[in-house]
Every structure is written in structure tokens, then in C-alpha cells.
């Protein structure tokens, strides 16, 4: 009888401690889901983010990336994230542009705060901007948002939306904000035929985000490899910090705004001499020699003649201010 009894407490001991495993599998968190590197009909299907999408919480397995110096887009903000495929990194190929592995997803969302003076108010999502590298080439997609702000579908024709929003002074504005088509996406990223991004290279990412350098966080997460320290990268001037040189900041403004045109392998390089790269030296860009048409072209705001030709509605007032006052130093 006692054997039994020895047994059965055996038995009930073992019964517990496979329970209490059961038990404890079941609170495990589930895995976060992998970037989906594919263009699917929902962003959300893209795993691009966690739980209600109009917070664009992002997934921990993307992080966020800034720039120095950004392109102008009527006013609107942005968030822009990076997706690599697990387990790989961008890799040290100089100041641009990094070597992206395939499979690694690039996203901008913009969108317009109702009112800047209380962001409590909330703000209206427009469009998320999709760049994915397959089989060695970048391809490119847009999401547009719905108006219930819940989710955004793949749409590459474009379209056009009354935006209206309170800036920090008080003021009301409204734009009629272009979604871009997919063949607007490529007269911007084009270079040598082939889209690229225009954003994420290192000289415009080396700079402190939260008192951190962000090239520096980014060799410490081991999401950038065969670079030991950003002190080996150039950086790309914040053109509104007047500490700066004219030049420089004027020069990073252009970089920024129009060098993906007017660059060699360029959308423009057939039609205009001018080489706008930050780092090309002043004396081989035909800044000297365009002066004229670059204040005209820039101040203006007719189609097809204005610049940019497309990615904007409205004249930025500070950025024409800058390039006026840069040419006229020259």
C-alpha cells in the first residue's frame, strides 16, 4: 500500500510540473512578426508596425532614421524608417549611400498635424512612401491612407487631396497635397536608370538625434558594419543653422531639394549642366554660371517651369530666401 501511495505522489508531482510548463509556454510572448519585403494591397500586411496603425508604433525589428538637412514637401512632416532583414546590416560604403542588403524595406510616412501649437489635436496621414530592394534593384510603391486613418492601400497612379492645417503662429493653411504616381516616384529616384533612395546616405545621417550620434548608435546595434567611428564620414550641414557657413547650408539645401535631378545619371542631366551635389567644388557646378536661371526658376511657381518640377505645390519663402541670398554673394 505505501509503494502505491509513493507512486501516486510521484505521479501527481510530475503532473504538476508539466502544468506548470504548459503554464508558463503560454505566457511567452509571441515572436514579433518579420517585415514583410513584398507589396502587398494593405501597409498593414507589410508588419511595418504594431497595434493601431495610425500611431505608426514601429515594429521592433525596423528602426527610425533622420536627416540633417531635409527636402521640402509643402510643410508636411515625416517619419521615415528602416527594415533590414534579420540577422544583416547596411554596410560602410563611403559618405552616400550604404550597401543595402536585399530584401530591406525603406519607409516614409507624411502627414500634416492639425494644429502645431497642440498635437494633442492629432494629426491627418497622407501617404507612406515604399522603397524595396529585390534581387539586388530598388522598387518603389505608395500607400494612401484612408480617411478613417485605420489603414492605406497600394495605389501607383497618384492622386490629389485638400490638406489644411494651424502652424505655430496661429495661422491656417491649405494646400492641395500630389500623391505621386509610380513614374513620378522614378523621375526623383532615378540615377543611372535605376531607382535609388535619396535619403539614407551617411553624410546626411551623421549628426546628433537626442544627443546621440545617430551613425554612432546605429555601429553600436550593429545595424551599420565595416565602420568603426562616424568620424570617418563627412556630414551634411542642417541648413537652417546659421553657425554654419552661407555656402555650406545653402549648398546642403540644394543638395538636399535638387541634387537627385541635377546630379551625373540624373533625371536633368540630359537638360541642364548643372552639377548640384554637395561635395562637387563650386568651380564644377555651374552654380556661377546658371545663377540667373536658378533664382528665376526657384522663386516661381509655374508648372513645368518652377523648380522643383514636381514634390511640391507651394514655394518654400525660407529655402528661395537662402539660395537668393547665396547667389547674390557669389
Known amino acids: ?108 510616412t507624411f502627414y500634416y498635424n492639425a494644429d502645431e501649437r497642440d498635437l494633442s489635436l492629432g494629426r491627418q496621414i497622407i501617404e507612406t512612401r515604399i522603397l524595396i530592394k529585390i534581387n539586388g534593384e530598388w522598387q518603389s510603391g505608395d500607400y494612401k491612407w484612408n480617411t478613417e486613418q485605420t489603414d492605406a492601400t497600394l495605389d501607383l497612379n497618384g492622386s490629389t487631396l485638400p490638406i489644411t492645417w494651424i502652424d505655430r503662429d496661429g495661422n491656417s493653411n491649405s494646400v492641395t497635397y500630389e500623391i505621386p504616381s509610380d513614374a513620378d516616384c522614378f523621375t526623383c529616384h532615378e540615377s543611372f536608370d535605376n531607382t535609388m533612395p535619396i535619403g539614407p546616405k551617411l553624410r546626411t545621417m551623421n549628426f546628433e538625434v537626442d544627443g546621440i550620434n545617430q551613425l554612432e548608435k546605429f555601429i553600436t546595434n550593429n545595424q551599420l558594419i565595416g565602420i568603426t567611428s562616424s568620424t570617418s564620414v563627412r556630414s551634411l550641414p542642417n541648413w537652417e543653422d546659421d553657425s554654419v557657413s552661407l555656402e555650406d547650408r ?69 529655402g528661395v530666401a537662402l539660395i537668393q541670398e547665396y547667389l547674390n554673394s557669389l
Open 1 to 108: 500500500m505505501a509503494f502505491h501511495m509513493k507512486n501516486l505522489f510521484i505521479l501527481i508531482i510530475i503532473t504538476l510540473l508539466f502544468s506548470s510548463c504548459e503554464k508558463d509556454d503560454s505566457m511567452t510572448p509571441a515572436p514579433t512578426p518579420a517585415v514583410v519585403a513584398e507589396f502587398k494591397t494593405n501597409l498593414s500586411e507589410l508588419n511595418l508596425f504594431t497595434g493601431n496603425l495610425e500611431e505608426l508604433n514601429i515594429t521592433p525589428v525596423a528602426f527610425e532614421y533622420n536627416l540633417n538637412t531635409t527636402l521640402f514637401s509643402d510643410y508636411s512632416h515625416k517619419q521615415r524608417i528602416i527594415a533590414l532583414p534579420e540577422g544583416t546590416s547596411m554596410q560602410f560604403d563611403g559618405d552616400g549611400l550604404p550597401i543595402f542588403p536585399d530584401n530591406t524595406v525603406i519607409a516614409k
Open 250 to 318: 545653402a549648398r546642403a539645401y540644394m543638395d538636399i531639394n535638387c541634387a537627385h535631378c541635377h546630379i551625373p545619371g540624373g533625371q536633368c542631366e540630359d537638360e541642364s549642366t548643372l552639377n548640384l551635389a554637395y561635395e562637387t567644388p563650386l568651380s564644377e557646378s555651374n552654380i556661377v554660371e546658371r545663377s540667373f536661371s536658378i533664382d528665376y526658376r526657384v522663386s516661381i511657381n509655374i508648372e513645368g517651369l518652377g523648380m522643383p518640377f514636381i514634390g511640391t505645390t507651394i514655394l518654400h519663402t525660407d
